[in-house]
């Protein structure tokens, strides 16, 4: 049972747009949301993190939204570079249970 | 300084070698994480302690075992192992393990079972 889903396996973006990465989740215990970056043969790099009691984040060029009642966030890349070009991994967890649950990764590619 | 050490970046091992995985953080952190990830996967987690105490063990065949010798150090110990072990190590470490933390990952061992 993936509790954790990214269904867009890849997605390509010109440079300078919008990038839009999707993940959904089933857990409704789930309440800390993190989005990462992994280059191949690399670990994941962490890029931002949300709390559930907030609907959005934001660190520079990156902004996650929450949406609780769809249980789906979103990470928003703008503008997006070409070194954006990576795997996106979402990771949700639920406090007390030590565990990390990622999705299935959606591979960005940033089209100069 | 977010750093997490592996080493070694790379292993080749045969099915009855023994070799280890190491990981290190000095970041204060207390909870440390060992993941596998295949080709094309997400991270998979195999086990978790939390103040040098082994708190989760995703039933990981006994080929593989962890050991915490202290709050900064993190070691895999293998075993004879499979052709199919073959993957991407991560080492991670968080503030306790508890909740709403962010993990921070290692770059990883490369480990070949030939």
């Known amino acids: 049972d993936q509790q954790v889903k990214q269904n867009s396996p890849s997605l390509s973006v010109q440079e300078g747009r919008i990038s839009i990465l999707n993940c959904d989740y089933t857990?409704?215990?789930?309440?800390?949301f993190l989005w990462y970056k992994k280059y191949p043969a690399e670990g994941p790099t962490f890029l931002i993190s949300?709390?559930?009691?907030?609907d959005k984040n934001e660190d520079g060029r990156f902004t996650v939204f929450l949406n609780k009642s769809a249980k789906h966030l979103s990470l928003h890349i703008v503008p997006s570079q070409p070194g954006d070009s990576a795997v996106y991994f979402c990771a949700a967890s639920e406090t007390g249970t030590y565990k990390y649950i990622f999705g299935t990764g959606t591979r960005l590619k940033v089209l100069a | 300084d977010t750093e997490v050490t592996q080493t070694p970046k790379h292993l080749v091992m045969g099915m009855t070698n023994k070799k280890s995985l190491k990981c290190e953080q000095h970041?204060?952190?207390?909870?440390m994480y060992w993941y596998k990830q295949k080709a094309k996967k997400p991270p998979e987690l195999m086990f978790v302690y939390s103040y040098e105490k082994l708190s989760i063990n995703e039933s990981v065949p006994s080929r593989f075992s962890p050991e915490c010798p202290n709050s900064s150090l993190l070691n895999l110990h293998l075993h004879a192992l499979q052709p199919e072990d073959s993957a991407l190590y991560l080492c991670?470490?968080?503030?306790?393990?508890?909740?709403?933390?962010?993990?921070?990952f290692g770059p990883g061992t490369r480990l070949l079972v030939l």
């Open positions: 991670a470490s968080s503030q306790e393990g508890w909740g709403m933390e962010t993990q921070y």
């Open positions: 970041m204060g952190h207390r909870a």
């Open positions: 949300i709390s559930s009691i907030k």
């Open positions: 857990n409704s215990m789930f309440d800390y």
